[in-house]
């Protein structure tokens, strides 16, 4: 496995590569776990090469958020990715993506999209996102990217912006791995006390029974979500949002054949997850 630690170092690797190579991409933000890895065999039966990035990303982060705790674990990282399978990790430093800083560096905004769920909660968050993203596809011209459905406003996001600055590569999304008990796996479900990792389930839990009965039934959304909500708060959990919104263009008002998803966000402590349930049609 190549590890590339410059900009010139992956442009010069990805410019030796046979222009028949098929090249997939696995941005991350490293601190992986099993659904990561499931990124690199996606890319893996869908590419010749797998190649993957590490960077935590400061441009995504709010003020207040845990850009500093940010659990960095490159080692560890880098045997999970070569025990995958990936053929080349990129892993540059903030210098090399931002080499002005953040505050001087071009950004890409994606309309609308952005602005509710985590967009709303999280104010500058997808410019971060959409910014890094656009800049490491742009040094690893991949031919296909990998994205977790974990993130599905995030999946949605970046499938915009590819589309609206004509970006020549598909995007893949790649279902969410879940933990025995159904918790979503996440880089943040480390920052969980034992108690709180006890009851996180219910959150995954909640969106399934939620889904489920808008699915088989003509319950009332907005009620629905009220219950469901009443019933992760009964549980410890502090609701940032809980929206069933049209997977197209996350709209709340969805008409009788659109697909639509629930999408949470919850607090157990200080820590937050995400998380969706996708009703189809």
Known sequence: MEILRTVDDMRGWRARLSQ???????????????GH???????????????????????QFGPGEDLESYPRTLE??????????????????????????IDQHTSVDVPDLT????????????RGVTTVVSKLLGVVRPHIAFFGAKDLQQVLVIKKMVRDLLINVEI??????????????????????PEERAL????????????????NTSSDVSETID????????????????????????????????????FGAVYLGTTRLIDNRVIPI
Do not use: W
């Open 37 to 59: 890895v499931s990124l690199i065999h996606t890319a893996k039966a869908h590419a010749d090469l797998a190649v993957a990035s590490i960077f935590v990303n400061p441009m």
């Open 76 to 101: 560890v990282d880098l045997a999970k990715l070569q025990a995958a399978g990936a053929d080349a990790v990129f892993i540059p430093r903030a210098e090399d993506i931002y080499p002005e800083g």
């Open 227 to 262: 219950i469901a909500k009443k019933a992760l708060e009964d549980n410890g959990f502090t609701v940032d949002y809980l929206e069933a919104r049209r997977t197209s263009d996350l709209s709340l008002s969805p008409a009788p054949n659109d697909e639509i998803a629930i």
């Open 172 to 193: 893949v999304t790649v279902p969410t791995l879940r933990d025995p008990d159904g918790l979503a796996m996440s880089s943040r479900n480390g920052y969980l006390t």
């Open 115 to 126: 602005d509710v769920l985590c967009g709303a909660q999280r104010p500058g968050h997808f």
């Open 20 to 34: 028949d190579i098929r090249v997939g991409f696995a941005p991350t933000m490293g601190n992986l776990h099993a």
């Open 200 to 215: 996180a389930p219910n959150f995954a839990a909640a969106l399934t029974a939620c889904a489920l009965t808008l699915q």
